[in-house]
């Protein structure tokens, strides 16, 4: 496993631990705006990429011909973004279990639940992290956090990323669509 597996499969068990500590009945809520975040950096891609290629070019004076440094300023701009989305939902109110109805199963089922609730969620911040770099071309390579070339275990990984596994965007709120019916059912 070379470094930039290590560092993100370090954030996923981060997060995952965080889930396994939070419940699977608040961490279900997570996963809603996660995949909501990433359906709608996905969705509006194009035109975050022309607002900001734009301001990075007006504000910073970034010209054509750095396409190193605006990359690295896409990337922070996608990655910040995120962030702040997937922060927000972990330091706000959330949907929690009990919202959907029903009792937070008990040890041992309610751990392992959380547990594989925390992993996804690890999973998509982690992988949604990945992708912003490997789309703007691995720009953190120039502080020496990343070092390419990926291996084949990175390359492998690089196409199992979140933005990476749908065509579309769509398919991302179809299970928060179905998580969505079951709150309102009750």
Request: overall charge positive; hydrophobic content about 55%.
């Amino acid at each position: 496993m070379g470094p930039i597996e290590v560092i993100y499969s370090t954030i996923a068990i981060m997060i995952a631990l965080v889930g396994v500590a939070r419940g699977y009945a608040r961490e279900l809520g997570n996963t809603l705006v996660i995949m909501a975040a990433i359906f709608l950096l996905t969705f509006q891609e194009s035109l975050i990429l022309n607002l900001f290629s734009r301001t990075g070019q007006r504000v910073f004076s970034i010209a054509g011909d750095q396409s190193d440094l605006l990359n690295f300023f896409l990337s922070t701009v996608f990655t910040l973004l995120f962030i702040s989305i997937v922060f927000a939902s972990y330091s706000g109110r959330v949907f929690a279990f009990a919202s959907f109805g029903g009792r937070p199963a008990g040890p041992p089922h309610g751990l392992i639940i959380s547990l594989l609730v925390g992993l996804l969620n690890g999973y998509l911040i982690a992988g949604t992290l990945w992708y912003y770099q490997d789309k703007f071309n691995y720009p953190l390579q120039r502080f020496g956090l990343i070092r390419l070339p990926l291996t084949a275990t990175g390359e492998a990984i690089v196409e199992l990323l979140p933005q990476r596994i749908f065509d579309s965007p769509v398919y991302w709120m179809v299970p928060v669509a179905v998580l969505l019916i079951f709150l309102v059912r009750g």
